[in-house]
């Protein structure tokens, strides 16, 4: 099956692609069909974030359209940043590495025993006949007190995934897409692609 990705980041379309090429999913970035398109992200779930995108795309381009919105939370915190994960801070001077800080220095406070965690994504695939189908995939971990780690993005380095004994910067991106909070939601929604008749049995 054809569908557009309705993301602009590198790292985002690699990792799904690396999963979604074993589940007969022909993924094509906007910039390929020429659309450049920015869609204002003002859900409040990552679900409604996640739809949004999905539909926004689909809209535009007349094909199946797939979109994730994914992010960490942390219980410590009440969940935040959620789904500002990526604007956490809402600072435009802030890159990556300076969010990731941030978190660093509001959880200094928080003891040892207080600092788990989760990625959470979750992925919609809307198609031009209306059907919307969306999966939810979460991975389980503990904030680091400092970075350990070179590869991942995001807040990969602070995340210690403890059935690995690892952080997702330590993992090969074949481990990764084995556990991740991404590859456990394109499982999913796999399953439910099946179910609906959208992927080979």
């Known amino acids: 099956m054809r569908v557009v990705l309705a993301s602009k980041n ?15 999913i022909e ?18 779930t990552f679900e409604e974030n996640s739809y949004i995108k999905a539909n926004a795309v689909m809209q535009a381009t007349g094909l199946p359209a797939l979109a994730d919105d994914s992010g960490i939370a942390v219980d410590a915190l009440n969940g935040e940043p959620g789904i500002y994960s990526a ?8 890159d990556d590495y300076g969010r990731l800080c ?43 007190r400092q ?3 070179q590869g991942g993005f995001g807040y990969d380095p602070i995340f210690y995934y403890p059935p690995l004994g690892k952080t997702f910067a330590e993992l090969a991106p074949e481990e990764k897409n084995k556990v991740s909070h991404r590859a456990a939601a394109l499982v999913l929604l796999n399953e439910k692609l099946r179910e609906a008749g959208y992927a080979d049995k």
């Open 27 to 44: 993924l094509v970035l906007q910039s390929e069909l020429g659309l450049d398109l920015d869609v204002e992200e003002n859900g409040t």
């Open 87 to 94: 604007r956490y801070g809402f600072d435009d001077s802030l």
């Open 102 to 144: 941030l978190l660093l220095k509001n959880m200094e406070q928080v003891p040892d025993d207080r600092r788990q965690a989760q990625f959470v994504c979750v992925i919609t695939l809307v198609t031009p006949e209306g059907e919307v189908i969306q999966a939810r995939g979460e991975a389980h971990g503990i904030l680091l």
């Open 10 to 24: 590198a790292h985002k379309l690699r990792e799904i692609s690396a999963i979604t090429e074993k589940f007969n």
């Open 147 to 149: 970075t350990a780690g």
